[in-house]
């Protein structure tokens, strides 16, 4: 790994160090709209969700903001830059695995772009033979059962819908504030950007409140009123 900006990245990623930047004491600005956008609709700071939690560019903001940071990275190889850039351990747990709508379903997940590597994805069934794919297996969030769940980010490559599916418990009972990156990525899964928004709308009944980028802000019908 390497340390660029005060972010510990791995090796072979050259996408990255374009975007951080030093603010203040060790800061960086990446996504910093999206995120700051987002937090403004959060009512409480105590628990938050990183999902895609990649080498922590989001952790290492919100463990400053939240009593505590909930993380799911399945790649070992963003996993040992994401322990790096953690600054309170004590505030921040770390599951490596990813997140869909099967537990102990096994996929691969491989690079969209060469030297991005926050374009990690799971393949579509057709290419999970992938000879440089690295594989996992998913567990859906509703079986771990979090009691408490302020806000939630999710950047997961276009698997959201199936993310959503595995995770409808969690959201009915919770009731985060969503910050969801949504793009055209999701139609490798025969999904499209409007079916996420309709599962969201639809079968958790949320609202969309804020766009900024590709990340879309929903919260819950009733603490708009």
Known sequence: MKKLYNIYLPDNDNHFPLYLKNIGKGQHTYQQKQRDK???FVPKFGVALDIGAHVGTWTIDLEQ????????EPLPLHLECLRKNIK????????????????????????EEDGNTGTAAILPRSLNTSPTGHKIKLERLDSFNIPVIDYMKVDIEGYELPFLKGAKETFLRTKPVLNIEI???????????QDIANYLEKELNMMCVNQCVNDYVFVYRHEQS
């Not at 004590?90 to 491989?110: Q, R, T, W």
Request: with cysteine; proline share 2%.
């Open 38 to 40: 987002s937090l403004s």
């Open 183 to 193: 793009k055209s990525t999701c139609k490798r899964f025969g999904t499209e950007p």
């Open 88 to 111: 309170d351990h004590n505030k921040v747990e770390i599951f490596e695995v990813g997140l869909g709508n099967i537990s102990g379903k096994e996929v691969y997940i491989d690079y």
């Open 65 to 72: 903001k939240f009593d505590k940071v909930i993380c799911f």
